[in-house]
């Protein structure tokens, strides 16, 4: 399994202020971006290569409509780490704007054949 966590976090923290979604405070101040691994699952395996699918929910949250600029800085984030933003929606409540983009991508790891015996 690959941990992309924590390269998804250090990415877009540069954007805004990220957050674990299942971890999110009522008080955290908008804008800011939260995350969520939908799944982490081996794609192929192999002796010296494991290749894994990737899915990540990531939600860009606002309280002002002018704020949707930080979509294309995320979105370019998330291409640089090898994802592809497969839908979006958008979610109005109250004055809170929650932007939710899902990406995907194939990672693979490389492990000595120690490992794998």
């Known amino acids: 399994m690959i941990d992309f966590d924590p390269s998804i976090v250090e990415a ?3 954007i805004l ?3 674990y ?5 009522e008080d955290i101040t908008l804008p800011c971006i939260t995350y969520v691994e939908n799944n ?3 794609y192929l395996e192999g002796d010296t290569l494991r290749y894994s699918h990737l899915n990540y929910t990531i939600k860009l949250w606002m309280d002002n409509k002018n704020q949707q600029h930080y979509l294309a800085d995320i979105d370019e984030v998330m291409k640089r780490l090898g994802f592809i933003r497969n839908s979006t929606n958008e979610i109005v409540s109250g004055r809170v704007i929650e932007k939710i983009m899902d990406y ?3 990672g693979h790891e490389t492990r000595d054949l120690e490992e794998g015996e």
């Open 12 to 14: 877009l923290s540069v």
């Open 17 to 19: 202020p990220t957050y």
């Open 21 to 25: 979604e299942n971890f999110i405070i």
């Open 40 to 42: 982490n699952s081996s």
């Open 104 to 106: 995907e991508a194939i």
